[in-house]
């Protein structure tokens, strides 16, 4: 692996080299020609100067950022268990998407190694691993002279349910069902999206934490609150009680809310505290809320890893004739939090 580092940051270097280089060359170029000075003399040859290497201290710089990149990229790797090889990971992936939607039945055998090598194209060392860490789930059973057996996905009883519908109140009870771990909190200027949303470009508190539920975690939390409402409660406050019940402390009336669903992938920091790999798949939800006078309170960015956090929505069909159409189902909120 460093070796392969060495001379891929050997290769970007010399790249680099080549473009400040030509665009030396030509710049000197375009002043010469305009000058009528010609390139091609050996007068003017010697006199255009290489560029001069960078300093030892320089050339180390990169290859030990880049490194430090891939030490929390490893890191994260190892939380969430999943295989180092790229090949193994997208076996384990393939393998475990078809037990965990049941398009491989309970009780069945997989093909040998030898089979599933062959049809993924593949090392059977990469299939052994990938099935290590389908067996360390618990998603399959290997026995010596039987074969591997399908266990079947088993509900996890840590993960949370919400009607789209009703996410809002679902998502503030969550935070006062499950615990929070604090990991960084400070007052910093306004980020420009945040300043946007709250129509405050003032001095905040930002706060980022882990939800847990049972231990495990499944959602991690970016808030701002600006600074005027912040000020009420302190960083051992958020590290133990909910923050939407904060600001309620503190005297703020929360009249509306504004927010949206999507998806992301896993940044490096983010994917070590929800012990994922880094480019995991996540539900990404970003909330405003706002009081009574207009006012934003706060900003939340919110990512909750899928096999612990659903969202559900139910329709009916109603009406008439030709305005007989589908809508949404309301029913009453079942659980929720942040």
């Excluded at 790229?86 to 030898?114: C, F, H, T, W």
């Excluded at 929360?254 to 994917?271: D, F, G, I, K, Y």
């Excluded at 990404?284 to 809320?289: E, G, K, M, P």
Aim: aromatic share 6%; charged share 20%; hydrophobic share 45%.
């Amino acid at each position: 692996m460093y070796n392969i580092f060495v001379a891929s940051w050997q290769t970007a270097a010399k790249m680099k080299t080549t473009t400040v280089e030509f665009g030396a060359k030509t710049a000197t170029g375009s002043i010469m020609a305009a000058s009528g000075v010609s390139m091609d003399s050996p007068t003017t040859r010697r006199k255009i100067a290489a560029p001069k290497p960078a300093s030892a201290a320089a050339a180390l710089s990169a290859p030990a950022a880049h490194a430090a990149q891939l030490g929390s990229a490893e890191t994260a790797r190892a939380a969430s268990g999943m295989p180092h090889s790229a090949k193994a990971q997208q076996v384990y992936l393939l393998l475990r998407d078809e037990i965990l939607r049941g398009l491989r039945a309970p009780g069945s055998l997989l093909p040998g190694e030898p089979r599933l090598a062959a049809e993924q194209g593949v090392s059977r060392v990469t299939i052994r691993r990938a099935l290590a860490q389908l067996e360390a789930e618990g998603l399959i059973e290997r026995r010596p002279g039987v074969g591997t057996r399908i266990c079947g996905a088993k509900a996890d009883q840590r993960a949370f349910s919400a009607d789209i519908a009703s996410l809002l109140p679902e998502i503030v009870q969550m935070g006062e069902r499950t615990t929070a771990r604090l990991l960084s909190f400070a007052y910093v200027p306004a980020p420009p999206a945040v300043a946007a949303a709250l129509g405050d470009s003032g001095l905040m508190q930002r706060a980022v934490r882990v939800r847990l539920i049972d231990g495990a975690p499944f959602s991690y939390l970016v808030t701002h609150v600006p600074e005027a409402i912040a000020r009420g409660f302190s960083e051992a406050d958020l590290a133990t009680t909910p923050l939407f019940r904060l600001l309620e402390r503190s005297g703020v009336v929360v009249a509306r809310a504004s927010q949206t669903v999507s998806a992301t992938l896993a940044a490096p920091e983010v994917a070590a505290a929800l012990e994922l790999a880094p480019g995991a798949p996540l539900i990404a939800l970003t909330r405003t809320l706002f009081d009574d006078q207009g006012r934003g309170v706060e900003h939340l960015d919110a990512l909750y890893r899928p096999d612990r956090f659903r969202l559900e929505m139910r329709f009916e069909r109603v009406g008439r004739g030709a305005a007989r159409h589908w809508a949404p189902v309301f029913e009453p909120m079942r659980s929720a939090a942040e």
